[in-house]
C-alpha cells in the first residue's frame, strides 16, 4: 500500500541491498534525475536497463551507445514498458507522470520508485558511499534529501579511500585460511586488521598486507585470549576543537575499546568513541596528583597485552611534549603492537588560531617550541638572543621564570609577545603586550592553563589578523582587573 504523506514515520523502511544482476530495470525519463539513477544502477549489472524517454541526457546516451542500456526514444506507453521488470522508476521532470509509473507498476506488482514523492514509492534510493565492496547507505526516509546528501558527504570524507582494498585483503585471508577462519573470534579479525596491516594496504601492498594478516591470524589460533596482543594506539587530539582531530584519529577512536585520556583532552572529542568504550581518565591534577608515567606505560602494556584495542589520547600530538615517545618505548619493549596517529601540536595551532604566523617572511626566519615546565633544562642564552618565534608551551604556571630568563640574557623588553588561552575553543582568549609587561597583565586579568605563550615581532600581528569576534584583552580588561 502507498504511504499516505511523507511525514507518516510510524513504520520504519526495512534496509536491504539488492541483487540486480541480469535483472530487468526500467527508468522513465531522460533528465538530470532519471541520469542520476542510471548513474547508481549500471554498476549493478541489471541487463536490460532500460530507458524510456523522447529526450536523454548525454550521460544516458553514451551509455546507450556503449551497449550498456537500452533507450527507447519514445513517450513512455504504459503498462507494456514495464512487463517482465524488477524495479521500476519514475524519475521524468513531470511529476504526473511519475505518479502514472508508479501505479502501472503496482498493478503489474512490481516494486517502484517515483522521485521525490513518497507516497507513490514501494522503496528509497539511498545516498551511497562506496568504497570497492564496502558499500554505506544512507536514507532519510525522503523527507529531507539535501540532510541526506550533507551526511553522504561527511561520510565520504571519514572512510578511507583504500576500505574497499582492505575487505579485498580480508576476503583474501579468509579464502587462504579455509576452515579454520571460522574458529577466530571476531574481535581477533579486527584487531589483526589494524595497524601495519592498514598502513600496508593504505600504501598499495596488498600482497604484503594479505601475508602479513594471515602470519598474525594463525598466530591467534594458538595464543590464549589472554595473551593476545592487541594494538595501542598513541593519538593526538590536537588543540582542543573537535573539529581539528585528524580523520585517523576520528577512525581509532570509533573502533576503540579502551579510550585512555589526559584530562584537557575535551568531552567533545571523546564524544567520537563509541559509546560502549571503556574510558580512563589518566590526567594529571593540581598539586601533582593523578596517575604517575610508569603508571600510564604499565596500563597500556597490561590492556595491549590483553588483546584490546586502545587509544592513547593526548592532547596536541602524542610525541611533542606528550611523552608519547617514554610510552611508545615502553609498547616496544613490551613487544605490544602500536602505532602512531600524529595530531595537531597547539605550538602550531595556538599562534594561528590567534591570528599570529609563526614565520612570517620579513619578521622571522625559525620557530623554536619550549617546554614551559623544564626552565632548567633550557639554553636561555640562545632563546633570548637566538631570534626567530619562541613558542613556550605549557606556559602559564612558571611564566615570571620564563619572561625572566629572556629579558636576563638580552631579549628585549619592548619584544611583542602574546597568550593564548584555550585556543581553538569558544573560551579562546588572547592577552597582546610587550615581553616586560606580560606577566603582570596576564596575572591581572587571570590568565589559567592551558594557555601558549607566543614571543617575537610575529605576535603583534595578533590584533590585524586575529579572527573576528576573538577575544583580545584590552585596556578594559585590565582597567576592570584592576
Known amino acids: 500500500m502507498p504511504r499516505t504523506a511523507p511525514a507518516d514515520r510510524g513504520v520504519p523502511y526495512f534496509a536491504a541491498f539488492l541483487d540486480l544482476l541480469h535483472a530487468r530495470v526500467v527508468v522513465v525519463g531522460g533528465g538530470r534525475v532519471a541520469s542520476s539513477k542510471v548513474r547508481s544502477l549500471l554498476p549493478c549489472g541489471p541487463d536490460p536497463l532500460v530507458v524510456v524517454a523522447p529526450r536523454a541526457s548525454a550521460a544516458i546516451q553514451r551509455a546507450a551507445a556503449a551497449g550498456q542500456l537500452t533507450w527507447h526514444q519514445r513517450a513512455y506507453a504504459g503498462q507494456d514498458d514495464l512487463a517482465g521488470a524488477t524495479l521500476a522508476f519514475g524519475a521524468s521532470d513531470d511529476r504526473q507522470l511519475n505518479a502514472q509509473v508508479a501505479a502501472d507498476a503496482r498493478r503489474l506488482g512490481i516494486p517502484v520508485l517515483a522521485v521525490d514523492d513518497v507516497p507513490n514509492c514501494d522503496f528509497i534510493a539511498p545516498a551511497v558511499v562506496r568504497r ?254 637566538g631570534g626567530g618565534t619562541l613558542v613556550f608551551l605549557m606556559a602559564v604556571e612558571h611564566l615570571e621564570v620564563i619572561v625572566e630568563r629572556l629579558l636576563s640574557h638580552g631579549r628585549s623588553p619592548l619584544e611583542p609577545a602574546a597568550l593564548v588561552e584555550w585556543a581553538t575553543l569558544p573560551g579562546q582568549r588572547v592577552l597582546a603586550a610587550p615581553l616586560a609587561e606580560i606577566v603582570r597583565q596576564a596575572r591581572l586579568v587571570e590568565v589559567e592553563p592551558p594557555a601558549v605563550l607566543v614571543v617575537g615581532p610575529t605576535a603583534a600581528l595578533v590584533n590585524q589578523l586575529g579572527p573576528r569576534g576573538s577575544r583580545v584583552a584590552s585596556e578594559l580588561d585590565l582597567m576592570v582587573a584592576r
Open 132 to 385: 570497492g565492496d564496502v558499500t554505506v547507505a544512507i536514507s532519510t526516509a525522503g523527507r529531507s534529501p539535501a540532510m541526506a546528501r550533507r551526511t553522504r558527504e561527511l561520510l565520504d570524507a571519514l572512510l578511507p579511500r583504500y576500505w574497499g582494498d582492505l575487505l579485498d585483503v580480508a576476503a583474501a585471508a579468509r579464502e587462504r585460511l579455509g576452515g579454520t577462519r571460522s574458529v577466530i573470534d571476531p574481535d581477533r579479525w579486527q584487531s589483526a586488521l589494524q595497524g601495519e596491516v592498514e598502513y600496508l594496504t593504505s600504501i598499495g601492498a596488498l600482497q604484503e598486507a594479505t601475508d602479513l594478516l594471515l602470519r598474525k591470524l594463525e598466530r591467534s589460533l594458538f595464543e590464549p585470549s589472554s595473551q593476545a596482543h592487541g594494538l595501542v594506539s598513541l593519538v593526538g587530539a590536537g588543540p582542543g576543537d573537535p573539529d581539528l582531530l585528524t580523520l585517523r584519529a576520528v577512525q581509532r577512536l570509533r573502533s576503540a575499546e579502551v579510550v585512555v585520556h589526559d584530562r584537557l583532552v575535551s568531552e567533545a572529542v571523546l564524544e567520537h568513541a563509541a559509546p560502549d568504550a571503556e574510558r580512563i581518565d589518566v590526567g594529571k591534577r593540581s598539586g601533582g596528583k593523578g596517575a604517575t608515567q610508569d603508571d600510564i606505560n604499565d596500563l597500556l602494556v597490561d590492556l595491549g597485552r590483553q588483546g584490546r584495542r586502545v587509544v592513547r589520547l593526548k592532547g596536541g600530538d602524542p610525541f611533542v611534549f606528550g611523552r608519547g615517545g617514554e610510552e611508545a618505548l615502553a609498547l616496544a619493549r613490551a613487544s605490544v603492537d602500536f602505532e602512531v596517529v600524529p595530531g595537531i601540536s597547539s605550538a602550531l595551532a595556538a599562534p594561528a588560531a590567534a591570528g599570529i604566523p609563526v614565520t612570517p617572511r620579513g619578521l622571522s626566519a625559525s620557530v623554536t617550541v619550549v617546554n614551559g615546565h623544564d626552565a632548567d633544562q633550557h639554553d636561555w642564552r640562545s632563546l633570548a638572543r
